[in-house]
């Protein structure tokens, strides 16, 4: 017994050793925003004081649009997320896009809320200040949770509504992204806070998409800074903390008409559950994408940019 324990208590010491030189090695400081907004806005970007933050945001395209579309981002993403496709449809639409609290140059909210009532609540609060009376509104993973829960709560200020690879239904036998895992642990949870191996993004984004060809290093750079901006490590670990559970019953009292975009090679959110969506919004029409991963605008933004004016503007 004696010789067990002092086998165990050797291979508890060489793993503390190790879990050390690696905290050490990948220890990385939290990039302040004044920092970050040098790389990553341009000369579309404004910031908005709204909800005890400064918001991030970019209002683009044709200003005659009376119903412009707003796009929602996914979990450790980005308004830069809809890069191309804003590229894409804003000679014929008015687009608005932001940082969701949590994430990007807006960072984590004083109220430490990350729950979907929250972010539908800052939605709305956006759209009040921005004096957008109705919308078309769209969103990706997350965002897509937060766009249908949305318009559950505020039909009459929805036109449209495209879903991307949108959360809602359970996600059982789904092995998800290796970050997202990862974060979910409680010891490696913490450690999340302040050690960040770049490598790590790199991974998760090729479980994100279908094609690692277009994981290209500035793309994995961008996402690794964004997620170093000071309080974003915190927070995420709150917004992981939140779930991802929805009451998808509710999912049937979504009134507006709809479109549904997925990859059919999310290994994220499976493919099933966009059948589910297509058969629980009535009138809803479905848009599958071959060899497409869980961010379809991003690995295939034309495919999407040509199914979202269809639906759109005919």
Known sequence: MRKILRTVGLLLLFLMSVLVIFSVVYYRRDIPVEELKAKYTNT??????????????????????????????????????????????????RVIRFDL??????????????????????????LERMHISRCAIAGNSLGGGIAWEY????PEKLKKMILIDATGFPLDGTRGALGFTMVRIPLLGNLVRYVSPKFITRITLEDVYADN?????????????????????????????????????????????????????????????????????RGSQLEILKDVGHVPMEESPGQVALTVEKFLLH
């Open 151 to 154: 318009a559950v709560a505020h």
């Open 213 to 281: 060809h277009k994981v290209t290093d500035q793309l994995v750079q961008r996402y690794y800074d964004l997620t170093l901006r000071t309080g974003n490590r915190e927070a995420l670990l709150q917004r992981i903390k939140s779930g991802f559970d929805q009451d998808s019953v509710k999912i049937r009292l979504v009134a507006v008409p709809t479109l549904i975009i997925w990859g059919d090679k999310d290994h994220l959110v499976p493919l099933r559950n966009a059948y589910l969506f297509h058969q629980t919004i």
């Open 44 to 93: 579309e970007s404004r910031f908005i004081h709204l909800m005890g933050m400064q918001v991030h945001y970019r209002d683009e395209g044709d200003v005659r649009d009376t119903v412009p579309l707003v796009l929602i981002h996914g979990t450790s993403s980005s308004l830069q997320t809809w890069d191309s496709l804003t590229a894409m449809l804003k000679s014929q639409k």
């Open 101 to 126: 609290p949590a994430f990007g140059l807006t960072g984590p909210n004083p109220e430490q809320d990350y729950s979907f009532g929250y972010y539908v609540r800052f939605v709305d609060s956006f």
